[in-house]
């Protein structure tokens, strides 16, 4: 079977160096403004030495841009490099306490080691600074699911919704919960929503496949089936057998 939940990535923001501290002359601020666009350039295209460079010599001229702190701990992160991922994000917040895209990635980054009481500290923290940042409402509704609050994940997940009801993420994720209470008719609205609003979602297709085939509805288990692998999705092997006779 597939992940039953979709977290939300890091936060990468392409800024101006207005969104740092104040420089006095102006040739300063155009250097600083153009070594940040190289540094994301770089990032983007995956040229993650050139982005660690060009991150720093924004920081030589401004030690306190923010932003810069937050897109070098994700380019970090992308290396491995956990320990100096988190070092940025830290230096970020002490820069400004109420950066909520900085501890949404911390949040991110001790979810990922497994430290989920921390993950949950710092999304929470993320929350405190902006309630309606719906990734955060949701990757929290994540940590609650693996530590099996269900409850407190639904809630979550609810709540990103109800602040995008385009977040079609939000509605898979509730499904993911109701499959997991054994809220079958519940579980297949949700995914059926989250199509509705995109209806390329693979591992919604997928979902629905599953459900169907337990449902014994086989038309619509193949034909969901179908969309998945479609969309990319990789199908248990083992489900493709199963559903071999009725395709």
Known sequence: MINCLLIGTMVLLLVSCSGGSKVKKEDKAVSAEEHF?????????GNLVEAVSEYQKVLKLDPKHLKTHLNLGNVYGRQGK??????EYKRAISIDPKFSEAYFNLGVA????????????????ALQGNPNYVEAHNNLGIIYFRKGRMEEALSEYRKAIEINPDYARGYYNIGSVY?????MEEAVASFQKALEINPKYGESHYMLAVLYFEKKEYPQAVQHCEQALKFGVIVDSNFLNRLKPYR
């Open 179 to 183: 499959r997991q209470q054994g809220k």
């Open 110 to 125: 001790y979810s990922g080691r497994g430290d989920l009481n921390e993950a949950i500290t710092q999304y929470q923290k």
């Open 82 to 87: 956990w320990k100096e991922e988190v070092s």
């Open 37 to 45: 666009e190289l540094g994301f350039n770089a990032a983007e295209r």
